[in-house]
Nanobody, 115 residues
Framework: EVQLVESGGGLVQPGGSLRLSCVASGFTFSNYYMSWFRQAPGKGLEWVSGIKSGSGSTYYTDSVKGRFTVSRDNAKNTLYLQMNSLKSEDTALYYC????????WGQGTQVTVSS
């Protein structure tokens, strides 16, 4: 059974940092593309970042380029999202997803950026 468990969210002031984690199980993590999505209050899902298996090539939506860094530790079956210089518009529920099971969504982790 596929499981993706996100953690690391919280309340942070503008300009602050957080690191999100996503622990995966039930599939061969190292073989699959992984992504982060987010959903802000009252808005639709937004793709944030992705990382390939193998090459580890990374991709970002324009609004987070230069501030967020996605990475993966295949030995720990864990995906990360380092978020720096956070803004109020980054407030959202963050989810990780896998290309192994495209329609699977975990419970997400809440990020709130507010003074």
């Amino acid at each position: 059974e596929v499981q993706l468990v996100e953690s690391g969210g919280g309340l942070v002031q503008p300009g602050g940092s957080l690191r999100l984690s996503c622990v995966a199980s039930g599939f061969t993590f190292s073989n699959y593309y992984m992504s982060w999505f987010r959903q802000a209050p009252g808005k639709g899902l937004e793709w944030v970042s992705g990382i390939k298996s193998g090459s580890g090539s990374t991709y970002y939506t324009d609004s987070v380029k230069g501030r967020f860094t996605v990475s993966r530790d295949n030995a720990k079956n864990t995906l990360y999202l380092q978020m720096n210089s956070l803004k109020s518009e980054d407030t959202a529920l963050y989810y990780c997803t896998t290309s192994a099971v495209p329609n699977y969504w975990g419970q997400g982790t809440q990020v709130t950026v507010s003074s």
